[in-house]
């Protein structure tokens, strides 16, 4: 790189790996604003041109286009022009700490990883879920999106305001997976001045939008009385603009492989990522042959979200198991219980390699559920203690609660 | 949850009929009607031609759910004969022109010229004839698939082949009428290799005996391919212009699977070579004692790949290809790009020719040379390929360079099919070549040794013992991703 442009800000490049690259001119047939060109040796990337839009990158039949290098200065056309190889990440970590733009993704890794940390220890993405884009839009550059729709979707008298939010993108490309997250940050300052955190939010829909390749995403938020990031977007009106980083989320998402079992246990907007999974699934999955069992407590039916529509998802797709903790009249149901009382049928799922469990929701709800799993296990003399990280290193196991 | 129906948007493609479409099929009951009539006959070819043993198995496929950048690349574990093969356009541009001929600066036609039809008819059949054919001559290689990586990518080939197939019939039944339904029958009818029913091209009736064959096939022979739907692509019919350049976007991965086999194949020699201390890459039965394929064996079966795909561009000079051009149907590779008139009444090509026992070049009009044209840019697209890999012999310190041969050397078809060359082009006598041949093409020695390597190797992550593993996996997957569940039914 040359030494006379060096610039103190760090900048994400994208690059074209020339070992793998067959030079078939997909990407630049595809790249919407021209950055990818080439001579007779090499396909490279224009980073003065590139948008990061990603349109790139799925057609790509090598994966040599799917590369990234942060760099201080980026590398001109003609350094990429004469590689034979990508040149290795230069070393470059210590300085991110006075990047402001960095500090925002700190600041989300931080959030996903109290948010994960009820895996207890790595975990990776599932083996067949598809590549995720991350960290696309940032703090210093949002995507802006436009509010397409806001719906209560817990019974108006009930005191659990929980909101499906849909949020178009317009020529934005803004590429997720289920169970990604975005980040929202309500406009102002605090009271201190500074701007407001940045609040996350899960993917309420399928990988090609709300409505199919109207590149939309849902979400589905709970009002939190005084909290200034829910009040904010259960607020928001049709037609108002919100400002959008993301995606982020690189490990809980949704398994591709059909034959995939998927054990979703959820409590109140924890169901946003398992809306999207069925609906994935509901889409791509004709030939599917793996289950989909969804454990969903809330305190009673017009409390729980998304009630009425799931009480139309047929049986094939998804096995609902709906459970209530406040129902006058009857006992009371959590998650946990449930997945006692039908231990037969997740000690069967539990032995299978091919299974996957979920969890999303409350942190209060961690511990109950783990105890079920072992209890689970042990009925069919599995070590729930030794199965757990086996599942976890194999990416079949996923906590995202808050 | 939601359980809208997916709406019918532009760029989406239509679940709601049987085969997925993004041509508005459910509008067309005519068209609609003919293809389902089509469907068994095809699934029926399938079944009987398609990848013999492997009809049960779950393959890890790339399928087309949308024509649009982020959504014609979804994978997952799809069993063959439930492929959803379709018909996939690539998005209609407004106020696109004719290009090129002397129907320059029209609008592009929605409907065929009377006048072009039957050269349309035939340039469709043609392109269409080599798409099952292509998959006829594969068949058999899931039975000694190196590793389940390489047979994922042998079935995406072939279900693609198919989507092609489909995507030729589909013009087909749309703008031809019953010759329309004949032809598209006829297109699977034909069987490569058959004495009484052969393929249309000469290419296309040669075995595929073993996986060095297949990477060199879909390297040279797709990229024929490639280039004639390039031409294709380039076409004021804008139906076949649309079709020609979803199918390039598919197309590319076939290139991808023979660049890097016949790389990896390289890259496996090279490496067991240097672990053997040879550093001498005519020390061949050393070499092939160590379960790899020599480079000098690699070079020849190059060069009958290379000779018979050139078979492939026709004849050098051809008014068929003047005509094609003339009339607006079929152009140059990539046409918009070239700076010249795009008309050529005017222009000369220097063509490579054999005359008074002399190759040399002459110049002719470049009308009539556009089938020279299109195979001179094939073979520099070919040369960037070969160049890659002899970084790879480079990197490993060896004193080797493949090469193409001459473009007379082994020909059937065109100005050298009388003449025998060698791959330098020195011209010789029928008795020179007899007694040369087994240097510069594969002898049945050299394949009856490839043959003994051809075992099967279906653990997850490993490789045959001549070929390297992938510097990548597939959409991203680790190297120990079970790309194929094989079930044999």
Same mark, same amino acid.
């Given at each position: 790189?040359?030494?006379?442009?060096?610039?103190?800000?760090?900048?994400?490049?994208?690059?074209?790996?020339?070992?793998?690259?067959?030079?078939?001119?997909?990407c630049e047939a595809t790249c919407p604003v021209g950055a990818v060109t080439h001579d007779d040796n090499n396909y490279v990337v224009d980073a003065e041109k590139c948008n990061f839009c990603l349109d790139c990158i799925a057609?790509?039949?090598?994966?040599?286009?799917?590369?990234?290098?942060?760099?201080?200065?980026?590398?001109?056309?003609?350094?990429?022009?004469?590689?034979?190889?990508?040149?290795?990440?230069?070393?470059?970590?210590?300085?991110?700490?006075?990047?402001?733009?960095?500090?925002?993704?700190?600041?989300?890794?931080?959030?996903?990883?109290?948010?994960?940390?009820?895996?207890?220890?790595?975990?990776?993405?599932?083996?067949?879920?598809?590549?995720?884009?991350?960290?696309?839009?940032?703090?210093?550059?949002?995507?802006?999106?436009?509010?397409?729709?806001?719906?209560?979707?817990?019974?108006?008298?009930?005191?659990?305001?929980?909101?499906?939010?849909?949020?178009?993108?317009?020529?934005?490309?803004?590429?997720?997976?289920?169970?990604?997250?975005?980040?929202?940050?309500?406009?102002?300052?605090?009271?201190?001045?500074?701007?407001?955190?940045?609040?996350?939010?899960?993917?309420?829909?399928?990988?090609?939008?709300?409505?199919?390749?109207?590149?939309?995403?849902?979400?589905?938020?709970?009002?939190?009385?005084?909290?200034?990031?829910?009040?904010?977007?259960?607020?928001?009106?049709?037609?108002?603009?919100?400002?959008?980083?993301?995606?982020?989320?690189?490990?809980?998402?949704?398994?591709?492989?059909?034959?995939?079992n998927v054990i979703m246990i959820c409590t109140g907007t924890g169901s946003a990522p398992f809306r999207a999974f069925t609906e994935q699934r509901r889409r791509t999955g004709q030939n599917a042959t793996g289950k989909f069992?969804?454990?969903?407590?809330?305190?009673?039916?017009?409390?729980?979200?998304?009630?009425?529509?799931?009480?139309?998802?047929?049986?094939?797709?998804?096995?609902?198991?709906?459970?209530?903790?406040?129902?006058?009249?009857?006992?009371?149901?959590?998650?946990?219980?449930?997945?006692?009382?039908?231990?037969?049928?997740?000690?069967?799922?539990?032995?299978?390699?091919?299974?996957?469990?979920?969890?999303?929701?409350?942190?209060?709800?961690?511990?109950?559920?783990?105890?079920?799993?072992?209890?689970?296990?042990?009925?069919?003399?599995?070590?729930?203690?030794?199965?757990?990280?086996?599942?976890?290193?194999?990416?079949?196991?996923?906590?995202?609660?808050? | 949850?939601?359980?809208?129906?997916?709406?019918?948007?532009?760029?989406?493609?239509?679940?709601?009929? #049987?085969?997925?479409?993004?041509?508005?099929?459910?509008?067309?009951?005519?068209?609609?009607?003919?293809?389902?009539?089509?469907?068994?006959?095809?699934?029926?070819?399938?079944?009987?031609?398609?990848?013999?043993? $492997?009809?049960?198995?779950?393959?890890?496929?790339?399928?087309?759910?949308?024509?649009?950048?982020?959504?014609?690349?979804?994978?997952?574990?799809?069993?063959?004969?439930?492929?959803?093969?379709?018909?996939?356009?690539?998005?209609?541009?407004?106020?696109?022109?004719?290009?090129?001929?002397?129907?320059?600066?029209?609008?592009?036609?929605?409907?065929?010229?009377?006048?072009?039809?039957?050269?349309?008819? #035939?340039?469709?059949?043609?392109?269409?004839?080599?798409?099952?054919?292509?998959?006829?001559?594969?068949?058999?290689?899931?039975?000694?698939?190196?590793?389940?990586?390489?047979?994922?990518?042998?079935?995406?080939?072939?279900?693609?082949?198919?989507?092609?197939?489909?995507?030729?019939?589909?013009?087909?039944?749309?703008?031809?009428?019953?010759?329309? #339904?004949?032809?598209?029958?006829?297109?699977?009818?034909?069987?490569?290799?058959?004495?009484?029913?052969?393929?249309?091209?000469?290419?296309?009736?040669?075995?595929?005996?073993?996986?060095?064959?297949?990477?060199?096939?879909?390297?040279?022979?797709?990229?024929?391919?490639?280039?004639?739907?390039?031409?294709?692509?380039?076409?004021? $019919?804008?139906?076949?212009?649309?079709?020609?350049?979803?199918?390039?976007?598919?197309?590319?991965?076939?290139?991808?699977?023979?660049?890097?086999?016949?790389?990896?194949?390289?890259?496996?020699?090279?490496?067991?070579?240097?672990?053997?201390?040879?550093?001498?890459?005519?020390?061949?039965?050393?070499? #092939?004692?160590?379960?790899?394929?020599?480079?000098?064996?690699?070079?020849?079966?190059?060069?009958?790949? $290379?000779?018979?795909?050139?078979?492939?561009?026709?004849?050098?000079?051809?008014?068929?290809?003047?005509?094609?051009?003339?009339?607006?149907?079929?152009?140059?590779?990539?046409e918009t790009k070239i700076d010249d008139d795009h008309v050529l009444t005017n222009a000369t090509y220097s063509v490579l020719k054999y005359v008074d026992g002399q190759i040399r070049y002459i110049d002719e009009p470049a009308?009539?040379?556009?089938?020279?044209?299109?195979?001179?840019?094939?073979?520099?697209?070919?040369?960037?390929?070969?160049?890659?890999?002899?970084?790879?012999?480079?990197?490993?310190?060896?004193?080797?360079?493949?090469?193409?041969?001459?473009?007379?050397?082994?020909?059937?078809?065109?100005?050298?099919?009388?003449?025998?060359?060698?791959?330098?082009?020195?011209?010789?006598?029928?008795?020179?070549?007899?007694?040369?041949?087994?240097?510069?093409?594969?002898?049945?020695?050299?394949?009856?040794?490839?043959?003994?390597?051809?075992?099967?190797?279906?653990?997850?992550?490993?490789?045959?013992?001549?070929?390297?593993?992938?510097?990548?996996?597939?959409?991203?997957?680790?190297?120990?991703?079970?790309?194929?569940?094989?079930?044999?039914?």
């Amino acid at each position: 790189m040359p030494e006379d442009v060096v610039s103190s800000e760090l900048r994400k490049q994208h690059l074209i790996d020339p070992e793998i690259c067959i030079r078939c001119n997909t990407c630049e047939a595809t790249c919407p604003v021209g950055a990818v060109t080439h001579d007779d040796n090499n396909y490279v990337v224009d980073a003065e041109k590139c948008n990061f839009c990603l349109d790139c990158i799925a057609p790509c039949p090598t994966g040599s286009i799917d590369n990234w290098r942060v760099v201080r200065a980026a590398w001109s056309l003609e350094d990429q022009l004469g590689w034979n190889e990508l040149p290795p990440q230069e070393d470059i970590a210590g300085d991110t700490s006075q990047l402001t733009g960095d500090a925002v993704e700190d600041e989300i890794e931080a959030l996903l990883a109290t948010a994960h940390a009820g895996a207890g220890g790595k975990v990776g993405p599932p083996e067949s879920a598809a590549k995720p884009a991350v960290n696309l839009f940032r703090r210093p550059k949002p995507a802006i999106a436009v509010v397409q729709g806001n719906y209560r979707i817990t019974a108006p008298d009930t005191e659990s305001d929980v909101r499906h939010i849909v949020l178009g993108f317009g020529d934005t490309p803004f590429p997720v997976l289920e169970g990604q997250s975005i980040g929202i940050v309500p406009p102002g300052t605090r009271a201190d001045g500074k701007p407001h955190d940045v609040r996350l939010y899960s993917i309420a829909s399928a990988r090609d939008g709300e409505k199919r390749s109207a590149n939309n995403l849902a979400l589905t938020v709970k009002r939190v009385p005084g909290g200034v990031g829910s009040n904010y977007v259960c607020d928001l009106k049709i037609g108002d603009k919100v400002q959008v980083t993301g995606p982020f989320g690189a490990t809980f998402l949704m398994p591709n492989a059909h034959d995939a079992n998927v054990i979703m246990i959820c409590t109140g907007t924890g169901s946003a990522p398992f809306r999207a999974f069925t609906e994935q699934r509901r889409r791509t999955g004709q030939n599917a042959t793996g289950k989909f069992v969804l454990l969903f407590g809330a305190r009673t039916p017009q409390e729980l979200p998304y009630f009425g529509p799931l009480q139309k998802v047929p049986d094939s797709l998804l096995e609902k198991h709906l459970v209530f903790s406040r129902v006058p009249g009857s006992d009371k149901e959590y998650v946990q219980d449930r997945i006692r009382r039908e231990a037969a049928d997740m000690g069967a799922l539990l032995q299978s390699p091919k299974t996957h469990i979920f969890i999303c929701g409350l942190k209060g709800m961690e511990a109950g559920v783990d105890e079920a799993l072992a209890d689970v296990c042990r009925k069919h003399r599995l070590d729930w203690t030794a199965l757990k990280p086996d599942m976890r290193a194999q990416g079949r196991f996923h906590v995202e609660t808050y | 949850m939601s359980s809208s129906s997916a709406a019918f948007v532009e760029g989406a493609v239509d679940y709601s009929t #049987r085969i997925p479409n993004n041509v508005g099929l459910v509008n067309d009951a005519r068209v609609l009607k003919a293809m389902e009539q089509w469907y068994p006959s095809y699934i029926d070819w399938w079944m009987n031609m398609g990848p013999d043993g $492997f009809q049960t198995s779950d393959v890890y496929l790339r399928t087309a759910v949308s024509i649009d950048p982020k959504g014609w690349a979804q994978f997952g574990y799809v069993k063959m004969p439930d492929y959803r093969w379709g018909i996939l356009l690539a998005p209609q541009e407004e106020n696109r022109l004719v290009n090129f001929g002397s129907n320059k600066g029209e609008k592009a036609w929605q409907d065929i010229p009377g006048e072009h039809r039957a050269s349309l008819r #035939r340039l469709v059949v043609i392109q269409g004839d080599t798409e099952p054919a292509s998959v006829e001559q594969q068949r058999a290689l899931g039975a000694t698939a190196p590793s389940l990586y390489d047979m994922r990518n042998l079935f995406q080939v072939n279900v693609e082949e198919g989507r092609h197939l489909w995507a030729m019939v589909y013009l087909l039944q749309k703008y031809f009428g019953r010759d329309g #339904r004949e032809e598209a029958e006829g297109l699977l009818q034909r069987r490569s290799g058959d004495p009484d029913k052969p393929r249309m091209l000469g290419a296309f009736n040669e075995a595929t005996p073993d996986w060095l064959s297949f990477f060199m096939f879909t390297f040279f022979t797709d990229r024929d391919g490639k280039m004639q739907l390039e031409s294709l692509a380039q076409s004021g $019919f804008d139906p076949l212009s649309r079709t020609c350049r979803f199918m390039l976007t598919e197309e590319a991965h076939h290139m991808f699977v023979g660049e890097t086999g016949v790389g990896r194949v390289i890259e496996r020699t090279c490496e067991a070579m240097k672990g053997a201390g040879i550093d001498d890459p005519y020390d061949i039965d050393r070499v #092939r004692a160590l379960g790899v394929i020599d480079l000098p064996t690699i070079q020849k079966k190059a060069n009958l790949h $290379f000779s018979l795909s050139l078979d492939l561009f026709g004849s050098e000079i051809s008014t068929n290809a003047a005509n094609f051009y003339n009339a607006g149907l079929k152009g140059r590779f990539m046409e918009t790009k070239i700076d010249d008139d795009h008309v050529l009444t005017n222009a000369t090509y220097s063509v490579l020719k054999y005359v008074d026992g002399q190759i040399r070049y002459i110049d002719e009009p470049a009308l009539t040379a556009l089938n020279m044209r299109l195979r001179d840019d094939y073979a520099k697209d070919c040369q960037g390929g070969v160049n890659r890999w002899n970084k790879v012999i480079e990197k490993y310190g060896i004193d080797f360079k493949l090469t193409l041969p001459s473009v007379a050397f082994n020909r059937q078809i065109g100005e050298f099919r009388s003449v025998h060359t060698s791959p330098e082009a020195q011209i010789l006598s029928d008795e020179e070549w007899i007694k040369n041949r087994d240097k510069w093409l594969p002898s049945s020695d050299d394949g009856a040794f490839i043959h003994t390597l051809m075992k099967p190797c279906w653990e997850k992550g490993q490789y045959a013992s001549w070929i390297s593993a992938p510097k990548v996996g597939v959409d991203g997957k680790p190297g120990d991703f079970e790309y194929v569940a094989i079930h044999r039914g």
